[in-house]
């Protein structure tokens, strides 16, 4: 059945193919529907916040994962609906969803499908529906958002892995939950993940639901270069648990600490510095779904 109307469609000028998909959502706008145009990051959440006090009931987020992570805080909470319109790089919340990458497939999929009320995580005062990521995957991360930069996807996290290995160190890093220790040491990355994937697709915590409500833990601990390329392949199929270097670990909350200054992404884009402190809130969101 169609997702609840009115619905307001918000679209990120700076992702993807803009024009193309603006005349498209013009075609499918049905009477009262909205078209808004962020101009500049972070206006999504105000947008979105203004529509649903003006009576829609269906934000539909045309852009990244960073864009729909704007939205969230208009979202939760209320009985309004977000539906994610692939347009990004790495497109992974749609991945995890298992929605079609091509926008008008994904919106018949979703108009399809039936809504779900979905669990978001929280990283210090922010919400984030998809990974945190820390370290070195969070290098290679802001390595590709930089601008200028062309390629996309899976290609681009790969080209930006290799740029960034040969430099990187390994980082000092503790995680406690309730004042207790869970894992300290010297790691590589640490993922908190609430759905399965990033990087275009690599299903960093294949094991994630985002609704089961807990966050999912992957460390990778301190690896020498040439083994962290050989296991790398691993990510894209979720078989990279079962090295003995990998630790998963499910949590309610909890925070994390680290020894020096660290990238740290939340939704594929830049978040606060570390240490910060991070919790699952259940049921927090309606999600529109295959």
């Not at 909470?77 to 008008?104: F, I, M, S, W, Y």
């Not at 050989?230 to 199929?237: A, E, G, N, T, Y």
Request: positive net charge.
């Amino acid at each position: 059945m169609p997702l609840p109307g009115p619905v307001a469609f918000i679209v990120n000028p700076h992702a993807g193919r803009r024009q193309k998909h603006v005349a498209w959502i013009e075609r499918e706008a049905q009477a009262g529907d909205r078209l808004l145009i962020t101009q500049a990051r972070g206006e999504a959440e105000g947008l979105a916040r203004t529509a649903i006090a003006e009576g829609a009931r269906t934000i539909a987020v045309w852009g990244g994962d960073g864009t729909a992570n704007e939205a969230l805080p208009a979202l939760a909470g209320t009985d309004a609906v977000l539906a994610v319109l692939p347009g990004g790089t790495g497109n992974d919340l749609a991945r995890h969803l298992q929605t079609p990458l091509e926008a008008a497939r994904a919106w018949e999929a979703l108009n399809g499908g039936e809504p779900r009320t979905v669990d978001l995580g929280r990283l210090n005062d922010r919400p984030f529906i998809n990974i945190v990521s820390c370290g070195f995957d969070a290098a290679v991360g802001e390595r590709i958002n930089r601008p200028g930069r062309r390629s996309g996807g899976t290609f681009a996290y790969i080209v930006a892995l290799v740029q960034t290995l040969a430099a990187f160190q390994p980082l000092p890093l503790k995680i406690s939950s309730e004042d207790k220790p869970v894992w300290e040491g010297e790691a590589m990355l640490c993922a908190i993940a609430n759905a399965s994937s990033y990087g275009g697709g690599m299903k960093v915590s294949p094991q994630s639901r985002l609704d089961d409500g807990l966050l999912d833990l992957v460390i990778l601990e301190k690896i020498g270069r040439g083994e962290l390329l050989r296991q790398f392949p691993k990510v894209f199929s979720g078989s990279h648990l079962s090295h003995p270097k990998v630790h998963h670990i499910r949590l309610r909350s909890g925070r994390l600490v680290t020894g020096r200054p660290t990238p740290l992404l939340v939704d594929g884009e830049p978040g606060p510095a570390l240490p910060v402190s991070f919790e699952i809130r259940p049921s927090a969101i309606r999600l529109a779904h295959p």
